[in-house]
DNA sequence: ACGATTATTGCGTTCTT
DNA sequence: AAGAAAACAATAATCGT
């Protein structure tokens, strides 16, 4: 299982765009992976979810116990016997103690407090983890970018990145940052949304994330959102090939600069589709892309008068 | 706090049926 | 002719710096 190692040590390492090349099962054209959206280069084909069951299991204590579905383990494990005092001096009598007695409650007693708080930490370890899953999951990401979010709360964690911050926030950032390491077109507005946590403490937990461990985060460009979009318009490749061609000539350009990249994609396939005589109305394109039809005709013209 | 981008609203125009 | 869709302008809200 050489592929899951790659995954689960990435974010140790140096993330690397790990691409391979295969076959469209379609037009046995090349196909382009991006750790987790693999494309058909020529049809446009989107072969999503394929790397579903191939990543390791998120928990690295307990190796044995690997479970696939449902709450984490650990929601049943916190304060596991460990929530009893340790009274110092005397007994359950009332009577004193010898010396040697007391020196070995009290090294009890440190072990104990030691033994608590690990257990507060690893409490808000796994309610970090669930919220990853939970958010993963409802975002349909699949288990590979779950697992490098899951990393990168861990790594939160160990770098104190938490004091002061939620951990639903901090699990919406991982997630967040996950997606723009692996070049998924998930906006900050998805990502708060099904994590019920306000656009800016996410995007404040994402920034320290980013500054804290230097996330490999690509800037998002507009071509990015083409084939998704294309592919919920259900757009034909024509259309979709010439949208990624203005997207990609825009960029060139210093026209895609300041604007939102999924409102620029969305003109390009508008315009795209425009070209070809297809009926895609405004409305449709909209959308998709969250944007209103005045910066899509916007865009459009911007595209028109260059190109 | 400021400048730029985007959303919203309202209204006359154009295209289709 | 009627209705929908696209276009345009102005103002309000929002975002990034």
Redesign the pocket.
């Known amino acids: 299982m050489a592929i899951s190692d790659i995954y689960e040590t990435a974010f140790d390492e140096d993330v690397q765009q790990e691409t391979t090349t295969n076959r469209c099962p379609e037009c046995d054209g090349q196909v382009m992976t991006n750790t987790v959206e693999t494309v058909c280069e020529d049809c446009g084909l989107v072969i999503d979810e394929q790397r579903i069951d191939l990543g390791p299991e998120w928990r690295s204590f307990d190796k044995e116990q690997r479970e696939r579905t449902g709450a984490p383990l650990t929601v049943a494990r916190h304060d596991r016997g460990l929530s009893t005092e340790i009274g110092r001096g005397i007994d359950a009598k009332g009577n004193g103690l010898s010396g040697r007695k007391r020196r070995q409650l009290g090294r009890l007693r440190r072990e104990q407090t030691r033994g608590k708080w690990q257990s507060k930490a690893e409490r808000n370890l796994a309610h970090g983890l669930g919220e990853v899953r939970r958010i993963s999951s409802a975002l349909g990401l699949s288990e590979a970018i779950r697992n490098q979010a899951c990393a990168l709360f861990r790594s939160a964690q160990s770098a104190d990145l938490l004091l002061g911050r939620s951990i639903e926030g901090m699990a919406a950032g991982s997630v967040y940052g996950a997606c723009r390491c692996n070049g998924l077109t998930r906006t900050?507005d998805d990502v708060s949304k099904v994590a019920q946590v306000d656009?800016?403490r996410v995007?404040n937990c994402y920034k320290t994330l980013n500054a804290e461990l230097g996330l490999p985060a690509r800037p998002v460009t507009p071509g990015m959102f083409v084939p998704r979009f294309a592919s919920e318009l259900e757009i034909s490749d024509s259309v979709r090939r010439r949208a990624e061609a203005l997207a990609e000539a825009a960029e060139d350009g210093q026209i895609t600069?300041?604007?939102?990249p999924s409102?620029?994609a969305g003109a390009c396939i508008y315009k795209a589709a425009r070209e070809c005589e297809q009926g895609?109305?405004?409305?449709q394109v909209v959308a998709v892309a969250?944007?209103?039809?005045?910066?899509?005709?916007?865009?459009?013209?911007a595209l028109m008068e260059t190109y």
């Open positions: 900050l656009r800016p995007m600069t300041g604007v939102s409102g620029f895609l109305t405004q409305a969250d944007v209103s039809p005045v910066t899509l005709r916007k865009h459009r013209n």
